[in-house]
């Protein structure tokens, strides 16, 4: 059964530094998404991303995020000048063009220091 | 406004038992609804989706009120497996593609 798989699993950083989350999305999906899920909290969606562009975002998806599609299979997540705040469990997820069912990623543990 | 309220629960029940969760949206435009479950430390599992007619899937049954605008999921004989946290989820009119998650219900299922 085809998944959505991110790297690292897990990533320490200090604070003030640029950090990039990876994502390969099932493969015939159109859709990709950032969540993001702070310890004991609910999970959040950050942005949303079709035909090369963000179709939508939250308020969380300030300047301080990016999103991007490098090439045909990855999707990356990047976070510039990373805040303590910043720590949480981010997961990448996909879905079909016609279905909304999102599957998601094991997720990318970030801890900032 | 955008909101999923749950019951945090904890619910403890014995295996074998049925267990039922309850969920309810904000917003009468709301326009999908699924079920999650969530366990420690690890990703969203979508569990099944919520149809206006109501949606069986072996143990496990969803019903939708929109009326209510409130969502109902139903576990028959409970499994030590179905340990986890249940999330309720929507989207909203206008954000078709935004999941907004409840915080989830906690399910043990004791030996």
């Known amino acids: 059964e085809p998944e959505v798989t991110q790297t690292p699993s897990h990533q320490v950083t200090q604070m003030g530094q640029e950090v990039i989350l990876r994502c390969v999305p099932i493969s015939n999906h159109l859709y990709f998404y950032w969540y993001r899920q702070i310890l004991g909290q609910k999970v959040e969606f950050l942005v949303s991303f079709y035909n090369n562009e963000i179709s939508e975002k939250s308020e969380i998806f300030d300047d301080q995020f990016s999103v991007e599609r490098p090439d045909g299979s990855n999707f990356t997540l990047k976070i510039r000048s990373t805040k303590l705040e910043d720590s949480a469990m981010y997961f990448c997820?996909?879905?079909?063009?016609?279905?909304?069912?999102?599957?998601f990623g094991p997720g990318t543990r970030l801890t900032v220091l | 406004r955008k909101e999923v309220e749950q019951d945090p629960g904890p619910f403890n029940v014995p295996e074998g038992a049925t267990v039922a969760f309850n969920c309810t949206y904000s917003?009468?435009?709301?326009?999908?609804f699924f079920w999650y479950r969530q366990d420690c430390r690890k990703e969203p599992k979508l569990l099944m989706s919520?149809?206006?007619s109501g949606n069986e899937d072996g143990r496990f049954t969803a019903q939708l009120n929109r009326a209510s605008q409130y969502i109902s999921l139903l576990i028959r004989d409970s499994k030590l497996s179905d340990s986890a946290t249940y999330l309720c989820v929507a989207t909203f009119s206008g954000s078709a593609r935004q999941l907004t998650f409840g915080s989830g219900t906690q399910l043990t299922v004791l030996p």
């Open positions: 919520v149809y206006s």
């Open positions: 917003n009468s435009a709301s326009q999908s």
């Open positions: 997820a996909s879905s079909e063009a016609l279905r909304p069912e999102q599957f």
